[in-house]
Nanobody, 126 residues
Framework: QVQLVESGGGSVQAGGSLRLSCVAS????????MGWFRQPPGKEREGVAV???????TYTDSVKGRFTIYKDNAKNTLYLQMASLKPEDTAMYYC????????????????????WGQGTQVIVSS
C-alpha cells in the first residue's frame, strides 16, 4: 500500500523560505513521476513542480527560479525547497505520485496521479 506523508508547511513572511518533505512508503516503481500540487483557498488544485525517475523536472511558470524539486532516493523522500515566498504561494500543498510512467506522459493532469498525500499548509504573509 502506497502512502505519501507531507511535512514542513507553516507560516512565513513574504521573502522567506520553507522546505516541504514527502516521505513515500510502499512505492516500488522504478519508473515514476512525482510532484507537488497546491490548492489556494477557494481555487482549483494546480501543479507546482514534478520530477521523474530520469531526473527530469519541470515547474509551473509562477514558481520558476524560486522553487526547487528534488528527491533523495535513499530516504524515499521528495522535497520542495521554496524561496522568495509570496503571499500568492499561500495554499495547501500536496505530494502526488504516478507509478510506471514518466512526467512527460502525465504532466499536470491531476487524474493521472494515483497517489496523494494529505497535504501540508503553507501561509505566506505580506
Amino acid at each position: 500500500q502506497v502512502q505519501l506523508v507531507e511535512s514542513g508547511g507553516g507560516s512565513v513572511q513574504a521573502g522567506g523560505s520553507l522546505r516541504l518533505s514527502c516521505v513515500a512508503s510502499g512505492y516500488t516503481y522504478k519508473r515514476y513521476c512525482m510532484g507537488w500540487f497546491r490548492q489556494p483557498p477557494g481555487k482549483e488544485r494546480e501543479g507546482v513542480a514534478v520530477i521523474d525517475s530520469t531526473g527530469f523536472t519541470t515547474y509551473t511558470d509562477s514558481v520558476k527560479g524560486r522553487f526547487t524539486i528534488y528527491k533523495d532516493n535513499a530516504k524515499n523522500t521528495l522535497y520542495l525547497q521554496m524561496a522568495s515566498l509570496k503571499p500568492e504561494d499561500t495554499a495547501m500543498y500536496y505530494c502526488a505520485a504516478a507509478g510506471g510512467v514518466l512526467c512527460w506522459r502525465v504532466g499536470w493532469s491531476k487524474e493521472r496521479y494515483a497517489y496523494w498525500g494529505q497535504g501540508t499548509q503553507v501561509i505566506v504573509s505580506s
